[in-house]
């Protein structure tokens, strides 16, 4: 949910309705899957952001995974784009209009120092957030008890869940990255969303000034 966070902030890419469904797709049905509910597929919307998984609902690897990698799903804008998928032997859906690319290794620690390299030498970011499409609220992992303090990404009490800005900000939800030392001020069920009001939670001044510039940058539509 983080790591599709800061894509969906960056890209401008939408994030689903209800968070991530992580679908089991193996590579070759990925342009058939990966693509808008109108479509034939299962996202939401069209330029959405979702995460593949790599076994099926009884927790069987299915064939063909991506595990360890990343992909990109791809549409053509026009028929001479449509046309090159078909004559370059590119995996389409049944339409032609959408193709995939992956790669089946996400090389993390190397593309890290990439990206200070960048930094250091050439005073650029390899990526920064221009929107805030997206923002991942708290999860109860299990019951919370009132006065429990809540110990953050990563944590034993809560996980996250990837929602749209607008709905986490309207609905007053908690962010996990700022949920670190919540107090519950109420029990809390397993699986429930945690809301600011569900806590006691102090923010510094510059945490406050960030989370209200966010706000300035929501993508409505």
Not at 116 to 138: E, L, P, S, W
Not at 140 to 168: C, H, M, P, Q, Y
Not at 187 to 192: A, L, P
Request: charged letters at 25%; one cysteine or more; glycine letters at 8%.
């Amino acid at each position: 949910s983080i790591e599709m966070a800061a894509v969906a902030n960056a890209s401008g890419l939408k994030c689903p309705k209800n968070g991530l469904t992580y679908p089991s797709v193996g590579v070759y049905d990925i342009a058939n899957k990966l693509i808008p509910k109108s479509a034939g597929g299962v996202l939401d919307f069209e330029g959405q952001v979702e995460v593949i998984s790599s076994i099926d609902e009884n927790k069987n690897n299915i064939p063909n995974d991506l595990r360890w990698g990343v992909y990109i799903v791809i549409k053509a804008q026009n028929e001479y784009s449509k046309n090159c998928f078909k004559e370059y032997g590119m995996i389409t859906d049944k339409s032609g209009n959408y193709s995939a690319i992956w790669r089946p290794y996400h090389y993390i620690g190397l593309e890290l120092a990439q990206s200070m390299y960048v930094i250091a030498i050439d005073k650029r970011a390899t990526g920064q957030t221009n929107y805030f499409n997206a923002d991942v609220v708290c999860v109860a992992k299990k019951d919370i008890k009132n006065g429990e303090v809540l110990d953050g990404e990563g944590g034993f009490a809560a996980r996250g869940r990837l929602f749209t800005a607008e709905r986490s900000i309207k609905e007053n939800l908690l962010p996990l990255g700022l949920s670190s030392g919540a107090i519950a001020k109420k029990d809390i069920k397993k699986d429930d969303l945690i809301y600011m009001n569900d806590v006691e939670i102090e923010w510094n001044e510059e945490v406050l000034k960030a989370r209200e510039y966010q706000k300035t940058l929501i993508k409505n539509g």
